[in-house]
Structures are given as C-alpha cells and as structure tokens.
C-alpha cells in the first residue's frame, strides 16, 4: 500500500490569497492525481501526470494548477482562491501498469474559502 | 452523462447481516473495477478490485461480483460489522480512460449494533 501524504489537512483562507496544497508519496509511483470531491458525490479528476515533467487536465474543468518536479511531489495551486474553490482535495498515486491500476489516496485537504 | 452509477445513496444494515452494495456501468470498454471505502475528513481506502476476464473475487468479508452482460457489479460484506460504517465508491478504468478511475457518487452504509 502506498504511504501518501497531503498537507495541510485543513484549510480556512479568505478570497483572493493563493494557496498551495501539498502532497508527497514514498512509493516512487509514476502516477499522481488530484481529485475534487463535494459531499454525496463522485470524485472528479481535476489533474493528472505520468511523471516528471508531466502534468494533464482531467475531467473536470479547474482554475487550479500542478507541477511534477520530482517524482514524489505533485503539489497543487490556486493563484487566488474563491468561495467556489471550497471543496475536499484529494491525492492519489498509482504504479503505471498499463491500465490496471490500484490508486492509493491521501487524506484529503478539506479547503474552505470564505 | 454517468458512467458509474451508485442509485442507492444509502444503506442500513444490522450487524452481522449482509451488506449488497450495487453499481451499474454504461462503458462496455471498462474492464477493470475497484471498490473504494470512505470515512468522513478521510481520502478513500482500497478494498477490493476486479478484472473484467473474472465474475467474483473475494477477500475475507468482502466479495466483489462483476456481471458484464447486465453492466453490474455488487460488493458483498458478510459479516458486516459497525466498523464498515462509511461511503463506499464503485470505480472503473478502461478504454479511453487511460488508466484513470471513473467513479460513481457512493453509497453510505449504516450497520447498527
């Protein structure tokens, strides 16, 4: 099982100021995700990378941006944070496995814009 | 459009009783399936996974079977206990997905004492 690690676990900002949501992995996994969860429904992929130097929007539409500098480290940003970017932040990482892929979460960023 | 469907939002079982969660697909290219589990303020916990060339997979309480002609997947807990309180996701990858997980919105399970 994968040890991932996101940070901070909670977040209260006032709108406008920039945040950056961290999350690391110890597993050397190529794949790393960032998902968007609202209470009582799906989780959404927000961005992807394959690896280094290799980030991917997802399904759904973000202001947000990530980069992949290192393999263990996939953080996410938001250059100015608005009410609507309250939401639970969720990580995961995968081992590359042509399709057929177990994703391992971290615990969540629970991030409240006021 | 949903491809993964949970249509039941919640369940209430006894302790000690069966818990069927459900999932329906509409993707006849998913070929790959996971069970997620759910605590409040937590991410999500990998329970168990099944490949398209199999119709069940088990591991201990749980049970996971997948029926691709009726697009339907089930994850059986037996016994269910207080502890397996939560929001399970159902999940799938294949075809164009590439690897990525489409998830359903979950169903929350209650198991009373």
């Known amino acids: 099982e994968a040890d991932i690690y996101q940070t901070p676990r909670y977040l209260v900002i006032g709108t406008g100021k920039k945040i950056t949501l961290e999350c690391s992995q110890t597993?050397?996994?190529?794949?790393m995700y960032w998902y968007q969860q609202d209470p009582g429904m799906e989780l959404h992929l927000i961005h992807y990378?394959?690896?280094?130097?290799?980030?991917e929007k997802g399904d759904l539409s973000s202001e947000s941006t990530v980069s992949r500098i290192r393999t263990e480290h996939f953080p996410l940003t938001l250059e100015s944070a608005r009410p609507s970017h309250t939401s639970q932040y969720l990580c995961?990482?995968?081992?590359?496995?042509?399709?057929?892929?177990?994703?391992?979460f971290g615990p969540g960023t629970r991030l409240l814009v006021l | 459009d949903q491809q993964v469907k949970q249509n039941s939002p919640s369940l209430s079982v006894q302790e000690g009783r069966i818990s069927i969660l459900n999932c329906d697909y509409t993707?006849?290219?998913?070929?790959?399936f996971l069970w997620y589990k759910k605590y409040p303020a937590e991410g999500p916990t990998f329970l168990i996974s099944?490949?398209?060339?199999?119709d069940k997979n088990e591991d201990g309480r749980f049970t996971v079977f997948l029926n691709k002609s009726a697009k339907h997947l089930s994850l059986h807990i037996v016994p269910s206990q207080p502890g397996d309180s939560a929001v399970y996701f159902c999940?799938?990858?294949?075809?164009?997905?590439?690897?990525?997980?489409?998830f359903g919105k979950g169903t929350k399970l209650s198991v009373k004492p």
């Open positions: 995961a990482s995968s081992e590359a496995r042509g399709g057929r892929e177990t994703q391992y």
């Open positions: 597993m050397g996994h190529d794949k």
């Open positions: 990378s394959y690896g280094v130097n290799s980030t």
């Open positions: 099944i490949s398209s060339i199999k």
């Open positions: 993707n006849s290219m998913f070929d790959y």
């Open positions: 999940a799938a990858t294949g075809g164009r997905s590439q690897g990525n997980l489409i």
